[in-house]
């Protein structure tokens, strides 16, 4: 019984760290631990690819903005707008001016060229959003389901724990601590998977709704330079 003893403060003071537990884990507490990091790592990729192109789309919108400003208002933009291949305002401005140069003022009135402008710079604007929004939507299903991953991870450790409470036939601390705290890293490496990503997910939405609702704004400036003076 002494000896018995001894090893068990042994096998448990060997797993007192981290890494120690987890390199003791079972293979499927094991499992669950790497489909969470490798959720986390592709969370934290997209996190900063997206935040990275976000700069520089706002970047270039805004430098778009004052180069168009600076011309006269029934001058071409395509130039310019070449010149922006990041921008939306650009896409957008591209979208209208075309729209306007296929409808004749002498065929239609400036209110239905004024209309139908703004619905093609409204499509190019939603398109060049919806293409800003990719891998986004992973960051959301990361969020909501790595607890739970998890949180399986924790429920598989607390079983595992008990069977070997009842092999051993002892509920001492010595016994039950070990697989215990082996359960509960799953819960932690599920929360810091999903936190990154709620929060993430979060910033580029609202990163997203900015740059739609500059373009909304700057499509009816546009309009107004073009040919808002000869609306009724």
């Known amino acids: 019984m002494v000896m018995a003893h001894l090893v068990l403060q042994l096998g448990a003071g060997a797993r007192t760290t981290i890494p120690a537990l987890v390199a003791h884990a079972s293979p499927f507490s094991k499992v669950v631990l790497v489909v969470l990091l490798l959720l986390s790592v592709y969370s934290w990729a997209v996190i900063w690819d997206r935040l990275r192109l976000y700069a520089r789309v706002v970047q270039q919108d805004r430098s778009f903005l004052t180069a168009w400003r600076a011309l006269d208002a029934k001058a071409d933009c395509r130039l310019v707008a070449e010149q922006h291949p990041a921008s939306v305002l650009a896409r957008a401005a591209l979208a209208g001016q075309k729209t306007l140069d296929t409808l004749p003022s002498e065929h239609v009135g400036p209110a239905a060229r004024y209309e139908l402008a703004m619905r093609a710079m409204d499509r190019a604007a939603t398109d060049e959003v919806g293409l800003l929004e990719k891998n986004i939507d992973f960051l959301a299903t990361t969020g909501s389901v790595a607890p739970f991953i998890g949180l399986l991870g924790t429920v598989w450790g607390v079983m595992a724990a008990f069977v070997n409470i009842g092999a051993q036939g002892s509920a001492t601390l010595v016994v039950v601590a070990p697989g ?27 990163r997203l709704r900015e740059i739609g609702n500059g373009a909304t704004l700057f499509a009816g400036e546009f309009l107004d330079r073009r040919i808002g003076s000869h609306l009724p």
């Open 180 to 206: 215990i705290a082996e359960a509960l890293i799953a819960t932690i490496a599920g929360l810091a998977a999903a936190i990154p990503s709620v929060i993430g997910y979060n910033h580029c939405l609202g």
